[in-house]
């Protein structure tokens, strides 16, 4: 990865980094929040952004899925590193062209992001690879009558994902024959997800608990962040559609040390090699869905960017420098950091607009979110949000990532769940709802 001549990790440099974020939503704001507390970080620039990180950063109305703008941007901000926050500007190629353009970029190449904007060859490539997944099966719109024999037949419950990016909603757990022939002609039809869904994968239900592993890569090494767990259905007890995640908890205890070491050895490393060895080195954030039953672990999908919600719950408990971090990987040095350490917990509840993550309205005002913000080791992470006549207002189906951390270590996960539900409680709009039961597994265990 190239870098401008005069980026570098080392903090006594007279010139502080200049760094630019791209995305809009709670992860975005994570990041910077995270970034804005290193003492490497001179300037923050996010693009587009939104009213919570315009607190800690300026923002800049650009198209992220534009190379030639981006490009400009950074070129115009002197960043050091750009980071890329969604996987819509990963798909577009912007880290491509950012590399080519001499800028330090922390996000994979289109080719190797491919691991998530094309669910089929994510699958081929896991099969290639030896790493435990679920059976499988692909077709595309040419394939309908086979499709729907194939579901006629399968087992239920059923999975029907769409092979294309559809912002974490492209999947539908079918639990009657039903259900899964309109999910499957949705997809197939265009109508459910456009064109990410003429391509779809079927696969067998698996059972278990998931779990999330992010592993910081320069192409070769890696560290990994506290595990997480994210809530994807709407409605306490996992009940009602997936959704792009209702809150979530770090870290998570069903991924035990051993466990971990299973994940570094069956998932991580031969992933990295996989993609070093197909020509694609993997440089960003390497996401890592699970599903674990017992001694059973396989791969529910691979994201190439840091998740939403987990960011908001991961980040808090990381103690080394986000910055350092990041560059390095985006410099081929991971190796560098010597201090990886993840300690404390976390707990993240997602306020949403009502209907979501089906229609919904918004424009709704926001009260409350000082008076939350001003909670002890409490952030309030904007994910849908906007500005409008001097107040924060409703801009999308999850509104707020509310945030309770536990920085000194000395409290547990039932504390820090306790006060972000405070928290939540503090802030209102008309509509709001929120998912009553976040970590409710890990309590139960512990």
């Known amino acids: 990865m190239t870098m401008n001549n005069s980026t570098s990790t080392n903090a006594s440099d007279d010139r502080r980094l200049s760094v630019l974020v791209l995305g809009t939503g709670a992860r975005e704001h994570a990041l910077v929040w995270k970034l804005a507390r290193s003492p490497l970080v001179g300037r923050l620039v996010a693009a587009p952004g939104n009213p919570g990180i315009a607190r800690l950063a300026e923002l ?154 992010f592993a910081i890569s320069d192409g070769t090494d890696y560290i990994l962040l506290a595990p997480s767990q994210d809530h994807k259905r709407v409605g306490d007890g996992d009940t009602g559609p997936n959704t792009g995640g209702m809150g979530a908890y770090a870290p998570a205890p069903i991924v035990t040390d051993e466990l971990l070491a299973r994940v570094r050895a069956e998932v991580i490393e031969p992933a990295l090699a996989g993609m070093r060895a197909e020509g694609a080195p993997f440089v960003g954030c390497l996401f890592s869905g699970l599903m674990i039953d017992g001694e059973s672990l396989r791969v529910v999908e691979f994201n190439c960017r840091f998740g939403d919600p987990e960011t908001e719950v991961v980040l808090p408990l990381y103690r080394g420098d986000l910055a350092r971090l990041l560059l390095a990987a985006a410099s081929g040095s991971i190796a560098s950091i010597d201090d990886a350490r993840s300690v404390g917990a976390a707990a993240c509840v997602v306020m949403a607009s009502d209907g979501y993550p089906g229609s919904y309205a918004t424009g709704r005002r926001i009260d409350g979110l000082d008076e939350a913000g001003a909670l002890d080791d409490v952030v309030v992470f904007h994910a849908g949000t906007r500005a409008s006549d001097g107040d924060i207002v409703t801009g999308g189906g999850r509104v707020l990532a509310v945030t309770a951390f536990d920085e000194r270590n000395d409290a547990g996960l039932d504390e820090v769940v306790r006060r972000a539900y405070e928290a939540v409680e503090r802030i209102s709009f008309d509509g709001a709802h929120y998912r009553r039961d976040i970590a409710s597994r890990a309590l139960e265990r512990t």
Do not use: N, Q
């Not at 997809?187 to 696969?203: D, K, P, R």
């Open 60 to 213: 800049r109305p650009v198209g992220i899925e534009d190379p030639s703008a981006v490009v400009a941007l950074a070129r115009e901000c002197e960043a050091d590193l750009v980071v890329v926050g969604p996987e819509a500007p990963l798909a577009a190629g912007i880290a491509d062209a950012l590399s080519e353009a001499g800028i330090a970029v922390f996000g994979p190449s289109r080719r190797a992001a491919r691991l998530e904007w094309d669910k089929a060859y994510a699958k081929d490539f896991m099969l290639r690879h030896g790493i435990p997944a679920a059976a499988s099966r692909t077709f595309d719109a040419a394939d309908g009558d086979a499709a729907r024999r194939y579901v006629g037949e399968h087992a239920l419950p059923v999975v029907i994902k769409a092979s294309g990016l559809a912002a974490g909603k492209g999947v539908v757990v079918a639990t009657t024959r039903e259900e899964a022939l309109d999910a499957l002609d949705g997809m197939l039809g265009g109508t459910a997800f456009g064109a990410a869904g003429t391509t779809v994968v079927v696969e067998e239900f698996m059972s278990g608990e998931e779990a999330s592993v």
